[in-house]
C-alpha cells in the first residue's frame, strides 16, 4: 500500500527565504507526482505536475524534483511571500489513485 | 483556472436527513473523484468514476453513494446523515487516469 510522508509538518521562515518541502512515498511504481496548494477551508489549487519520466518541473518561483527510485520529491519555493502561506500537499499517481500526504504548514511572515 | 465546481459550500444539516453534494465539471474530463478530508487531516479517496454509469468505492469506507449519469456531473448522496459524516468532502477531475487532477473548493458538511 502507498504511503506518502511529508517534512516537516509545519514550518516558519521569514518573507524573502528560500525553502525546501520534503516528499517521500513507499511505492515508487508511480506514473506521476503532484504538488498542490490549500488555503484553509478551501480546495486544491493544482502547483505543479511532473510525470514519471521527468525529473523536474518549474513554474515562475517554484521548482519540483522528483527521484523515483528513491521515493522522494522536492518543492523549492524561491523568494518566499506572505501570500505563499498555506498547506502544500503532494500526491502520488497509481493506478488509477491519487494517494495524498498530510501536508506541510507554511506561514511566511512580513 | 479549473473548471469544476462544488455545490453548496457549506451546509449544517439534522441527524437523518437526506442530502445530496453536487460536482460539476465543464473541462469533459471522464474520471471524476470524491475524497473526503476532516481538519488537518489527510485526503482520502472515497468514490471514483471513469466514465458515464462507471462507479467504484474508494480507499475509505464510506456511507455515501454516488451516481454518473453525464459526463459532467458526480454527485454524492448520503441517505441519512450522521454526526459522523461531519467533514469536508472534495471532489476533482482528470482527463484520464493519469493527467493532473483540479479540484473543487470543496463542502463543508456538518451534521447535529
Known amino acids: 500500500k502507498q504511503e506518502v510522508t511529508q517534512i516537516p509538518a509545519a514550518l516558519s521562515v521569514p518573507e524573502g527565504e528560500n525553502l525546501v518541502l520534503n516528499c517521500s512515498f513507499t511505492d515508487s511504481a508511480i506514473y506521476n507526482l503532484q504538488w498542490f496548494r490549500q488555503d484553509p477551508g478551501k480546495g486544491l489549487t493544482s502547483l505543479l505536475l511532473?510525470?514519471?519520466?521527468?525529473r523536474e518541473q518549474t513554474s515562475g518561483r517554484l521548482n519540483a524534483s522528483l527521484d523515483k527510485s528513491s521515493g522522494r520529491s522536492t518543492l523549492y519555493i524561491a523568494a518566499s511571500q506572505p501570500g505563499d502561506s498555506a498547506t502544500y500537499l503532494c500526491a502520488v499517481r497509481g493506478f488509477q489513485k491519487l494517494v495524498f500526504g498530510t501536508g506541510t504548514r507554511l506561514l511566511v511572515s512580513p | 483556472e479549473a473548471d469544476i465546481y462544488q455545490t453548496p459550500r457549506y451546509l449544517v444539516i439534522g441527524t437523518g436527513k437526506k442530502i445530496t453534494l453536487e460536482c460539476s465539471q465543464t473541462?469533459?474530463?471522464?474520471?471524476m473523484y470524491w475524497y473526503q478530508q476532516d481538519p488537518g487531516m489527510e485526503l482520502h479517496l472515497i468514490h471514483y468514476s471513469y466514465g458515464v454509469n462507471s462507479t467504484e468505492k474508494g480507499d475509505l469506507s464510506s456511507e455515501s453513494t454516488v451516481s454518473r449519469i453525464r459526463t459532467e456531473h458526480f454527485p454524492l448522496t448520503l441517505e441519512s446523515a450522521r454526526p459522523s459524516h461531519t467533514s469536508q468532502y472534495l471532489c476533482?477531475?482528470?482527463?484520464?487516469?493519469?493527467?493532473?487532477?483540479?479540484f473543487g473548493q470543496g463542502t463543508r458538511l456538518t451534521v447535529v
Open positions: 511532473i510525470q514519471s519520466s521527468q
Open positions: 473541462m469533459g474530463h471522464d474520471k
Open positions: 476533482a477531475s482528470s482527463r484520464g487516469g493519469y493527467a493532473e487532477a483540479f
